[in-house]
């Protein structure tokens, strides 16, 4: 019984995890950049969705309905306007622009919202459970799995299966044969950050409905897309939820033997693997 209440554990921060590196991924695999912002865009997200229940009192999964198509736009509109200007050159200037608009993102939500903890109310749905084997599963990390399996399925989908797909991977070997091939870069990266801040959106919502955030609580969700993507391989959709999921086991083993060293678990096992494996579990960086 104990080990299947670790598994189910596992299986519910494993998905929220997953969320959390899956637009980290699809930004590396495509650009081959690292976003050092993408923490405090995942907060930015739950104070999005905080302002739409605030504003006109709806649940917050249907606050989604706003938050995705705002965050993709604006996610679009960054690449084009700002990223796309540090994408192909020096590594080093793109992590500095992304570590800049961190610091600003950080200070911007504090203005705004001040420290205090913030928590998106679900109702009902936040407690309710089921009974199997006699151990209660939330519904609600039920739902968190089953949207993380839903999402890395269709980016799978998009990216492997349809046009667009073929494009941004091809986008990613190459640039600059798609771009003598009449294609826009530029206009690819934007798209693919579209996507990557919608997943982000997301991935927002669910953290501020299961947990306390506030606008400094960005470099710590950074730190566990990092440690999700590093364990699960680079580039790789699957991987990522394959990284989530050891990551959340390793915590969740963490949390039986002593609370106050879950997630110094979850740090020891990413250690291991980066020693042991330096490509991640299931290396696979997006080809044409």
Not at 97 to 103: E, L, P, Q, R
Not at 164 to 181: F, H, K, N, Q, Y
Request: no cysteine; net charge positive.
């Amino acid at each position: 019984m104990l080990v299947l209440e670790i598994l189910v554990q596992a299986l519910m921060l494993g998905g929220l995890y997953a969320l959390f590196a899956a637009g980290l991924a699809l930004v590396f695999g495509v650009m081959r950049t690292v976003n050092l912002a993408h923490g405090d865009f995942i907060v930015l997200a739950g104070f999005a969705s905080l302002v739409v229940t605030w504003t006109v009192p709806v649940h917050p999964f249907l606050s989604l309905l706003v938050v995705v198509p705002a965050m993709s736009s604006f996610g679009y509109l960054l690449q084009r306007g700002l990223l796309n200007r540090v994408v192909g050159r020096d590594p080093m200037a793109a992590l500095l622009v992304t570590f800049g608009m961190s610091i600003i993102l950080q200070n911007a939500l504090l203005q705004v919202f001040s420290g205090d903890t913030r928590k998106l109310q679900a109702g009902a749905i936040e407690t309710a459970s089921l009974s199997v084997g006699g151990t209660a599963i939330g519904i609600y990390p039920i739902i968190v799995a089953v949207t993380a399996l839903a999402v890395i399925g269709l980016l799978q989908l998009v990216f492997y299966r349809l046009a667009i797909g073929r494009v941004l991977r091809a986008t990613s070997d190459d640039p600059e044969t798609v771009r003598l091939m009449g294609v826009n870069h530029n206009n690819v990266y934007a798209l693919a950050s579209a996507i990557a801040f919608a997943v982000i959106a997301i991935a927002g919502v669910l953290m501020a409905v299961r947990t306390n955030f506030d606008p400094t609580l960005g470099p710590a969700r950074l730190l566990t897309a990092f440690e999700v993507v590093i364990i699960g391989g680079l580039g790789s959709f699957w991987g990522a939820l394959a990284g989530g999921l050891v990551l959340g086991l390793a915590q969740a083993l963490g949390a039986r033997i002593d609370p106050g060293v879950q997630m110094l678990a979850g740090h020891v096992v990413f250690l291991a693997v980066l020693l042991l494996r330096p490509n991640g579990l299931f290396p696979k960086v997006l080809q044409a």
